[in-house]
């Protein structure tokens, strides 16, 4: 029983170390993991550059993800975990940092252009609850700009159909086509999914003339190009050594009769290259692709490097789930005007939530097995566990014993004996040994008595109501004792099943209560 408490014990610390490093000690892992980046001169980074915390593809799972009803148990158990997964990264590894801007890169729902009002309107509740935008008014505000994605008003071929899903995006999340600057840098936001739309659609019409209307700008005031969709690639172009999935190629679906896209993985290669040409950005940022990609596009101007950022969620087909943070600078000053503009990037990788929850299950079917099997006496009483500890204690004794052990052919009395030149010796004295026992009766001294089997027709024949007798009683006592060793099978298969619910239900009882609480204090607002 004592060892069975001991174990008990000891898959309790082990439970709740694991459950503190899968809900806490994970997330921290990864801030500490991470740092914003520098570039030489510099060996931290400077205090006049901006900090901008990159966010790509949340989509915010709904009715639309698994083909679930909303009431459905599964779809809401789903929803629960995976936001409360991307609110502690953003809570315990991107903020952290104390980002001066935050920056989402589109795809912040999933059917965002399918979904009725009443759900969207559910749907954005979340999205600001994960990632705090709820509790902006209680603390410094830090700037947030959002892009449009495909999962949020579709592609052309939809929107130009159902143009009412702009006018939600817009209501809530401002202008399609926008530019902002951070320090002395300027970041130009693109609807990318009007771009290749329809020749004569309004939006596609309204995206490209603001994209001309943008000067090319000048060497102080580099240009930062922001568009979910990634830009035009050949096909099988190396991802470099973050990707962790196989390469998407070129693939574009056409509406009928001109009416726009229905789906697209990249800008087509006109639009692509037209865009590089008219703004000379130093630097390309895209999402919509769910997994790590950085490529290099040749352009007159010199190459241009796009950096694909990764879902930050790990419902959305990526086991290494990512967040960028970005640097540029330096900030508007009257002081740095002689400094150069850079921006510098670093990617950084949140917790592999995947792997922990199958650490939870493999946990758990291994302290089941160890609950059922663990000897009722500790490994002591396990054969081979006392052959091991007998060959080490003899090994021990081997090594470490200083006394040699007394041999009995030692024994004996000594006598002193004086040689020619007077030196005393001790000489052992000779002993007779007794004669051996002997199994021959021939070796038996004079007088004694052999017992002799008597001849065969000298024996009794048995009774044969005797014999019957006699096998009825042993037929009895036989099943006497396999009836007694039943029971005590069954008896000791109850015993260790009590206390294996027994040691469960203390397990649970001390980390069931340490669970809630982390779920509880991530998920409630501050």
């Given at each position: 029983m004592q060892s069975a408490t001991r174990l008990t014990l000891l898959l309790c610390a082990a439970w709740a170390a694991t459950v503190l490093y899968g809900e806490m000690g994970a997330y921290w892992a990864s801030y500490l993991a991470c740092s914003w980046p520098s570039s030489p001169p510099y060996s931290s980074l400077p205090n006049n550059h901006v900090k901008i915390a990159v966010v790509a593809d949340p989509q915010l799972m709904d009715s639309t993800s698994l083909g679930l009803p909303s009431s459905s148990v599964a779809l809401q158990a789903a929803e629960f975990y995976t936001d409360l997964n991307m609110r502690r990264s953003f809570q315990s590894a991107i903020l952290p940092f104390k980002p001066d801007v935050v920056l989402f890169l589109g795809d912040h729902f999933d059917g965002g252009p399918y979904l009725s009002d009443e759900e969207w309107q559910e749907s954005l509740f979340r999205f600001k609850h994960i990632f705090s935008l709820n509790e902006q008014r209680s603390k410094p505000h830090v700037p947030i700009y959002y892009l449009s994605g495909n999962h949020d008003i579709g592609y052309s071929a939809f929107f130009s159909v159902h143009p009412e899903v702009l006018g939600?995006?817009?209501?809530?999340?401002?202008?399609?086509?926008?530019?902002?600057?951070?320090?002395?840098?300027?970041?130009?936001?693109?609807?990318?999914?009007?771009?290749?739309?329809?020749?004569?659609?309004?939006?596609?019409?309204?995206?490209?003339?603001?994209v001309k209307s943008l000067s090319p700008g000048n060497a102080s005031h580099p240009k930062v190009l922001l568009t979910h969709i990634p830009l035009y690639r050949p096909d099988n172009t190396p991802c470099g050594?973050?990707?962790?999935?196989?390469?998407?190629n070129q693939r574009v679906s056409y509406a009928a009769l001109d009416q726009g896209i229905t789906y697209q993985?990249?800008?087509?290669?006109?639009?692509?290259?037209?865009?590089?040409?008219?703004?000379?950005?130093?630097?390309?940022?895209?999402?919509?692709?769910?997994?790590?990609?950085t490529v290099v596009h040749s352009t007159p101007f010199g190459p241009v490097t796009e950096h694909t950022l990764g879902t930050i969620s790990w419902q959305q087909g990526n086991l290494y789930p990512s967040f960028m943070l970005l640097s540029a600078g330096p900030k508007l000053s009257p002081n740095s005007t002689d400094m150069k503009p850079e921006v510098v990037t670093n990617l950084c990788f949140l917790p592999k939530q995947t792997h922990i929850y199958i650490w939870y299950i493999c946990q758990f079917a291994l302290t089941i097995l160890l609950l059922v099997f663990w000897p009722t006496n500790g490994l002591g009483s396990l054969p081979c566990m006392n052959t091991f500890i007998g060959f080490m204690r003899s090994v021990g004794a081997e090594l470490f014993s200083r006394t040699k052990e007394k041999n009995d052919e030692d024994d004996g009395e000594y006598e002193m004996v004086f040689d020619a030149e007077g030196s005393m010796h001790l000489v052992k004295k000779a002993v007779a040994k007794a004669p051996s026992a002997s199994s021959d009766s021939r070796a038996i001294g004079r007088g004694s008595v052999v017992a002799r089997a008597a001849a065969g027709k000298h024996q009794l024949e048995p009774d044969s109501s005797i014999l019957v007798e006699m096998g009825s009683e042993m037929?009895?006592?036989?099943?006497?004792?396999?009836?007694?060793?039943?029971?005590?099978?069954?008896?000791?298969?109850?015993?260790?099943?009590?206390?294996?619910?027994?040691?469960?239900?203390?397990?649970?009882?001390?980390?069931?209560?340490?669970?809630?609480?982390?779920?509880?204090?991530?998920w409630i607002d501050h």
């Amino acid at each position: 029983m004592q060892s069975a408490t001991r174990l008990t014990l000891l898959l309790c610390a082990a439970w709740a170390a694991t459950v503190l490093y899968g809900e806490m000690g994970a997330y921290w892992a990864s801030y500490l993991a991470c740092s914003w980046p520098s570039s030489p001169p510099y060996s931290s980074l400077p205090n006049n550059h901006v900090k901008i915390a990159v966010v790509a593809d949340p989509q915010l799972m709904d009715s639309t993800s698994l083909g679930l009803p909303s009431s459905s148990v599964a779809l809401q158990a789903a929803e629960f975990y995976t936001d409360l997964n991307m609110r502690r990264s953003f809570q315990s590894a991107i903020l952290p940092f104390k980002p001066d801007v935050v920056l989402f890169l589109g795809d912040h729902f999933d059917g965002g252009p399918y979904l009725s009002d009443e759900e969207w309107q559910e749907s954005l509740f979340r999205f600001k609850h994960i990632f705090s935008l709820n509790e902006q008014r209680s603390k410094p505000h830090v700037p947030i700009y959002y892009l449009s994605g495909n999962h949020d008003i579709g592609y052309s071929a939809f929107f130009s159909v159902h143009p009412e899903v702009l006018g939600r995006y817009e209501k809530e999340f401002g202008s399609r086509n926008y530019q902002f600057s951070a320090g002395k840098v300027d970041f130009v936001v693109i609807d990318a999914q009007t771009l290749d739309g329809a020749k004569k659609s309004k939006e596609r019409s309204s995206s490209w003339e603001f994209v001309k209307s943008l000067s090319p700008g000048n060497a102080s005031h580099p240009k930062v190009l922001l568009t979910h969709i990634p830009l035009y690639r050949p096909d099988n172009t190396p991802c470099g050594p973050y990707r962790s999935s196989p390469i998407i190629n070129q693939r574009v679906s056409y509406a009928a009769l001109d009416q726009g896209i229905t789906y697209q993985n990249y800008l087509t290669k006109e639009t692509s290259d037209l865009l590089l040409s008219l703004l000379k950005p130093v630097l390309v940022l895209s999402g919509h692709d769910h997994d790590q990609c950085t490529v290099v596009h040749s352009t007159p101007f010199g190459p241009v490097t796009e950096h694909t950022l990764g879902t930050i969620s790990w419902q959305q087909g990526n086991l290494y789930p990512s967040f960028m943070l970005l640097s540029a600078g330096p900030k508007l000053s009257p002081n740095s005007t002689d400094m150069k503009p850079e921006v510098v990037t670093n990617l950084c990788f949140l917790p592999k939530q995947t792997h922990i929850y199958i650490w939870y299950i493999c946990q758990f079917a291994l302290t089941i097995l160890l609950l059922v099997f663990w000897p009722t006496n500790g490994l002591g009483s396990l054969p081979c566990m006392n052959t091991f500890i007998g060959f080490m204690r003899s090994v021990g004794a081997e090594l470490f014993s200083r006394t040699k052990e007394k041999n009995d052919e030692d024994d004996g009395e000594y006598e002193m004996v004086f040689d020619a030149e007077g030196s005393m010796h001790l000489v052992k004295k000779a002993v007779a040994k007794a004669p051996s026992a002997s199994s021959d009766s021939r070796a038996i001294g004079r007088g004694s008595v052999v017992a002799r089997a008597a001849a065969g027709k000298h024996q009794l024949e048995p009774d044969s109501s005797i014999l019957v007798e006699m096998g009825s009683e042993m037929t009895s006592e036989d099943g006497a004792k396999l009836a007694r060793t039943s029971k005590s099978k069954v008896r000791k298969v109850l015993q260790r099943l009590f206390r294996v619910i027994q040691s469960i239900v203390v397990i649970a009882a001390l980390n069931v209560p340490l669970y809630m609480m982390l779920l509880f204090k991530d998920w409630i607002d501050h």
